[in-house]
């Protein structure tokens, strides 16, 4: 369906508080709304940031993981709504791990969700991340 669209920040239709409202915009597109598992748990996730689009590129890729555990890294907690989507659309026996240079975002660990503080660009961080993940059970 073409038509314009809104984009910017709460493009998943959580909650957006006016300052929010002061990015979005207007773009003409070729927009097709996502179908799937994965585009319904999405939209559950009202603290999530994503591009509609991506969710049709998660399911094609994604789609051959879920019926058994895996671990997954995510780099970029925010709100913990992709936390959420993964935890939801994975195996409940899957680890989750999310990474944020934001202390806040620690509060977003649960049961299968581990998060790892500090910044991207450090690279014996990240590796230390990846490993920790590796052996977790
Ligand atoms: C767009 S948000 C992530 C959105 C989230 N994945 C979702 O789908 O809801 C980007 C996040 O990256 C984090 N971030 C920015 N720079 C970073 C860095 N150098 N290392 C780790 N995290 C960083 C920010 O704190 C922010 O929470």
């Given at each position: 369906m073409a038509g314009r669209l809104n984009v910017g920040h709460g493009q998943m239709g959580g909650p957006m508080s006016l300052k929010d409202r002061t990015f979005l915009r207007q773009v003409d597109v070729d927009y097709k709304e996502p179908t799937g598992d994965i585009w319904e748990i999405a939209k559950t996730c009202t603290t999530m940031f994503k591009w509609h689009h991506y969710f049709t590129a998660y399911d094609e890729k994604?789609?051959?993981?879920?019926?058994k555990p895996v671990k997954i890294l995510e780099i970029g907690?925010?709100?913990g709504g992709s936390l959420k989507l993964w935890h939801e659309y994975f195996h409940k026996d899957s680890t989750i791990v999310g990474v944020d240079?934001?202390?806040?975002?620690?509060?977003?660990?649960r049961d299968n969700i581990v998060i790892e503080i500090g910044d991207q660009s450090d690279e014996k961080f990240l590796k230390l991340s990846w490993t920790s993940m590796a052996n977790l059970t």
């Open positions: 994604l789609a051959p993981y879920r019926d907690v925010h709100y240079i934001e202390e806040r975002c620690a509060r977003y660990a």
